[in-house]
């Protein structure tokens, strides 16, 4: 598939897939959200039901605790790019599979091409291994930076995990403040 070189284009082509099977129980394309030129993009696996629902990522209880993590270290929401791997969201909430994440992964790299980001955070250990690298040990590499074409890459634990896991926040509030700092440096903050 050629990569989409226009806003306009991407959301097309994503509202009119049929690629995979999930085109058929969608409620609604998650693109993404955010700004178009943010240098943080986060990128998670797939649209949950409230994600499905709203045509918005990361809003449903994972999401109400991400957005307590970026403003807990003063990241704002708009000033960032949220998306998933996936625009549909795969029933009951089970992982993504591979031919599905291979039919889709186009339209996350259109996005990427036209944000330019200077870092992409992937959210959760199925993003982090399709984006950084397949053999990705989440519970040992979250918070370790990786250079991928130009862009510093790092991983945090999925909020849906931390939701199930809590002794896992400590680790997650480390791992933002440190991206909250690569972002203030790239932005000239002392």
């Given at each position: 598939m050629?990569?989409?070189?226009?806003?306009?284009?991407?959301?097309?082509?994503?509202?009119?897939c049929t690629k995979c099977e999930l085109c058929k129980t969608r409620t609604n394309v998650v693109l993404g959200c955010g700004s178009r030129d943010a240098k943080l993009m986060f990128v998670g696996e797939a649209p949950g039901e409230k994600e499905d629902l709203s045509g918005i990522p990361f809003v449903g209880a994972a999401g109400k605790l991400f957005d307590k993590f970026l403003y807990a270290v003063g990241i704002e929401r708009d000033e960032v790019y949220i998306a998933n791997m996936l625009k549909c969201r795969p029933p009951k909430n089970r992982d993504p599979l591979p031919a599905e994440q291979d039919v889709c992964i186009d339209y996350l790299r259109s996005q990427v091409k036209l944000i330019r980001p200077a870092m992409i955070?992937?959210?959760?250990?199925?993003?982090?291994?399709?984006?950084i690298k397949p053999d990705f040990k989440i519970t040992k590499e979250h918070g370790v930076w990786f250079n991928k074409g130009g862009i510093s890459m790092c991983a945090v634990y999925h909020p849906s995990l931390l939701l199930r896991d809590p002794r896992k926040k400590e680790d997650m509030l480390e791992d933002m403040k440190a991206i909250k700092a690569k972002l203030d440096s790239l932005n000239g903050v002392e």
């Open positions: 050629a990569l989409e070189t226009s806003w306009e284009a991407l959301e097309s082509a994503c509202l009119n955070v992937c959210l959760g250990r199925i993003s982090a291994m399709r984006l």
